[in-house]
T-cell receptor, first 118, second 114 residues
C-alpha cells in the first residue's frame, strides 16, 4: 500500500506565477489535509477536504490560495500570484473515514513539496 | 484556542544515553490526543508515538516513551538508548478528539553525538 504521494517534491516559481501542488492520499483514504511549514517553524494547518468538499479552510489565507479534492484524481493546492513569503514546505496528510472509528485521528503525511519563490 | 509549546529549540545527547524532550499545551478540551512526530533531514513527518488523553497509562513504543501529566498539561518524550538515526526535529502535536487538524509546537532539534 503506497503512502501519501506528493508532487512535485521541489517547485521553483517567480513572483507572480502560479504554483500547483498535488497530493494523492493513501489508498482507501478519503480525507486530505494540507499544512504549511515556514522555515524554522512547526507545521500550520491550512485546509481539510473530503472528496468534492471543503470541510475546514480556517487556516488558509483568504486570497490567492485555493484547494480542491475532486471525485477523481489528486487533491490540488493552488497558489496564485506567488510572493516570496509563500516559500515554504507544504505537507499533505490523509486519514481513513472520519467518525468515531479507531484510527480516525491518525494522519499519514506525505514527503512534502518545497516551494521556492524567486 | 489550542497552543503547543516546546521550550527547548535544540538539544544534544550522547549515543546510547537517554534524553527527554519537553512539551506543554493549553486547551479547554477534556478529550484529545497528543503526538510526537519526528522530522529527519529528509523532511518527512514520521509518527513516533501518540497518547489518548483519557488513558492514564503512559504510551510506549520500543525506545520511546512519554510522561503524560494531564493536570499539568505536560507531555514529554523520553528517548532511551539514543541512536544516530534519532537525529531529527521533533514536534509535539495536539488534536481535539472531535477535531480534524493538528496543532504543532515549534519543534526541538535533537542531535545524537557519536
Amino acid at each position: 500500500n503506497a503512502g501519501v504521494m506528493q508532487n512535485p517534491r521541489h517547485l521553483v516559481r517567480r513572483r507572480g506565477q502560479e504554483a500547483r501542488l498535488r497530493c494523492s492520499p493513501m489508498k482507501g483514504h478519503s480525507h486530505v489535509y494540507w499544512y504549511r511549514q515556514l522555515p524554522e517553524e512547526g507545521l500550520k494547518f491550512m485546509v481539510y477536504l473530503q472528496k468534492e468538499n471543503i470541510i475546514d479552510e480556517s487556516g488558509m489565507p483568504k486570497e490567492r490560495f485555493s484547494a480542491e479534492f475532486p471525485k477523481e484524481g489528486p487533491s490540488i493546492l493552488r497558489i496564485q500570484q506567488v510572493v516570496r513569503g509563500d516559500s515554504a514546505a507544504y505537507f499533505c496528510a490523509s486519514s481513513p473515514l472520519a467518525g468515531a472509528r479507531p484510527g480516525r485521528e491518525t494522519q499519514y503525511f506525505g514527503p512534502g513539496t518545497r516551494l521556492l519563490v524567486l | 484556542a489550542q497552543t503547543v509549546t516546546q521550550s527547548q529549540p535544540e538539544m544534544s545527547v550522547q549515543e546510547a544515553e537517554t534524553v527527554t524532550l519537553s512539551c506543554t499545551y493549553d486547551t479547554s478540551e477534556s478529550n484529545y490526543y497528543l503526538f510526537w512526530y519526528k522530522q529527519p533531514p529528509s523532511r518527512q513527518m514520521i509518527l513516533v508515538i501518540r497518547q489518548e488523553a483519557y488513558k492514564q497509562q503512559n504510551a510506549t513504543e520500543n525506545r520511546f516513551s512519554v510522561n503524560f501529566q494531564k493536570a499539568a498539561k505536560s507531555f514529554s518524550l523520553k528517548i532511551s538508548d539514543s541512536q544516530l538515526g534519532d537525529t531529527a526535529m521533533y514536534f509535539c502535536a495536539f488534536m481535539k478528539r472531535t477535531g480534524n487538524q493538528f496543532y504543532f509546537g515549534t519543534g526541538t532539534s535533537l542531535t545524537v553525538i557519536p
